[in-house]
């Protein structure tokens, strides 16, 4: 299996979503994610056939009653995109991001694996770096960064895990 840990903020919750949200006046809990990002990442997922593991602080609600309809808008607009979360990392008392990616992947082994994040959580876990693609949270996930997962997941020149 290979697997996408994917963050929400940044990389598909981005200023252009945040724009059609106020513009169609979306709530939260029927919210909208950027476009662009979600046609890059069905298209990595469909190349790749790779899982989508949540990794960020979204899947609180799968823990937290009031934050559960946000969850749920964020895991049926996914699976409508053709990209649905298969898992979530676990959420640890200490530690930060990259030992929740780290203990994930210790229980579920991948051939190859991609983190796409706007931030650098991997201070805790530094080898996990060379997997992550930065996503700058101006734009979010487009062609540059979707190319450069595409280049980890297929083993390509870096891709080796």
Same mark, same amino acid.
């Given at each position: 299996?290979? &697997?996408?840990?994917?963050?929400?903020? /940044?990389?598909?919750?981005? @200023?252009? $979503?945040?724009?059609?949200?106020?513009?169609?006046?979306?709530?939260?809990?029927?919210?909208?994610?950027?476009?662009?990002?979600?046609?890059?990442?069905?298209?990595?997922?469909?190349?790749?056939?790779?899982?989508?593991?949540? $990794? %960020?602080?979204?899947?609180?609600?799968?823990?937290?009653?009031? =934050?559960? @309809?946000?969850?749920?808008?964020?895991?049926?607009?996914?699976?409508?995109?053709?990209?649905?979360?298969?898992?979530?990392?676990?959420?640890? %008392?200490?530690?930060?991001? /990259? $030992?929740?990616? &780290?203990?994930?992947?210790?229980?579920?082994? =991948?051939?190859?694996?991609?983190?796409?994040?706007?931030?650098?959580?991997?201070?805790?876990?530094?080898?996990?770096? %060379?997997?992550?693609?930065?996503?700058?949270?101006?734009?979010?996930?487009?062609? &540059?960064?979707?190319?450069?997962?595409?280049?980890?997941?297929?083993?390509?020149?870096?891709?080796?895990?």
């Amino acid at each position: 299996m290979d &697997a996408i840990f994917l963050d929400i903020d /940044g990389v598909l919750a981005t @200023p252009l $979503s945040d724009r059609l949200n106020a513009l169609l006046r979306r709530t939260p809990f029927d919210q909208l994610f950027d476009p662009a990002a979600l046609w890059q990442l069905r298209r990595l997922v469909r190349r790749t056939g790779a899982a989508v593991v949540l $990794s %960020s602080t979204w899947r609180d609600g799968l823990y937290i009653p009031e =934050c559960r @309809p946000l969850t749920d808008n964020l895991y049926a607009r996914l699976a409508a995109n053709g990209t649905p979360i298969c898992d979530a990392t676990p959420m640890l %008392s200490s530690g930060g991001k /990259g $030992s929740e990616i &780290a203990a994930w992947l210790a229980r579920h082994p =991948c051939r190859r694996f991609v983190i796409l994040d706007d931030h650098d959580c991997f201070a805790d876990v530094p080898a996990l770096r %060379s997997r992550w693609v930065p996503v700058p949270s101006a734009t979010g996930l487009r062609t &540059a960064q979707a190319r450069r997962a595409l280049q980890l997941l297929q083993g390509g020149p870096g891709g080796a895990p």
